[in-house]
């Protein structure tokens, strides 16, 4: 494989050192991350990584003409926070306190390399404070430049997105993977407890309430996870011109 395509993706695995060293201090690299856990009894454990992994070269390729500096894919990132899911089984988990540093290694390794400017493009909710500490930490004492970009909140707001392993993640797979979805429940996980605006509330036991998944993931469409999907890619390729216009 080419370390590049016709249309001036670069693909960090596949470039040398010293290509790198070209690129870096020029590029916008951008880190797919995702996570490895149980997404109920009809959806593959590698969903998040799947649908981050896609997101982010599909917005990759659609921005590349557009863009006015190299872009650099990186690897996916395919562990992420998922301690809350480890009861259910299935699932391959950091400590939040790991992921973090992770994640700070991984982009101070980018500044190393020559690396200026970076963006995260996190697939799974349990990662959400994780890659905004690890970006702060690492603008803060290393210089770069470090976006965070969750991917499902590109969307025009829309209930039930992103939940888990439900309507919105079944429909895209089964729009991108059809193979990797087992008969999706048709009974509706769990309506969320209510909880007053302005408030987040983290409880584990509200995650032993439910069989792996929220909403209703047997109302999944292809079409729509394709719509969802491709509105993703559209809207995260204008953001990485954007952010490849800054200085």
């Given at each position: 494989m080419n370390e590049y395509d016709e249309t001036g993706m670069f693909r960090w695995a596949d470039c040398t050192r010293g290509r790198l060293r070209e690129l870096l201090p020029d590029a916008l690299v951008v880190l797919p991350i995702g996570a490895t856990e149980q997404h109920g009894p009809h959806l593959p454990t590698g969903t998040d990584g799947l649908l981050a992994g896609t997101v982010a070269e599909r917005a990759v390729l659609a921005a590349c003409p557009r863009s006015p500096r190299p872009l650099v894919l990186a690897p996916i990132l395919p562990f992420g926070a998922s301690e809350h899911h480890l009861p259910f089984g299935g699932t391959l988990s950091l400590s939040v306190e790991t992921a973090i540093a992770v994640l700070?290694?991984?982009?101070?390794?980018?500044?190393?390399?020559?690396?200026?400017?970076?963006?995260?493009?996190?697939?799974?909710?349990?990662?959400?404070?994780?890659?905004?500490?690890?970006?702060?930490?690492?603008?803060?004492?290393?210089?770069?430049?470090?976006?965070?970009?969750?991917?499902?909140?590109?969307?025009?707001?829309a209930p039930e997105i992103p939940g888990h392993a439900g309507e919105f993640e079944t429909s895209m797979l089964t729009w991108l993977r059809p193979d990797l979805v087992i008969d999706p429940p048709t009974r509706q996980g769990p309506e969320p407890l209510p909880v007053s605006p302005g408030l987040e509330l983290h409880e584990a036991a509200g995650w032993l309430l439910i069989d792996g998944y929220t909403d209703h993931p047997g109302r999944a469409s292809a079409e729509r996870g394709r719509s969802w999907l491709e509105d993703c890619v559209r809207t995260l390729a204008d953001r990485l011109v954007e952010l490849a216009g800054r200085a």
């Open positions: 700070a290694d991984l982009a101070r390794s980018v500044v190393q390399a020559g690396g200026r400017r970076m963006v995260l493009v996190n697939g799974h909710g349990g990662n959400r404070g994780v890659c905004h500490a690890a970006a702060s930490a690492v603008a803060a004492r290393h210089g770069p430049t470090v976006a965070v970009v969750h991917y499902w909140e590109l969307l025009a707001p």
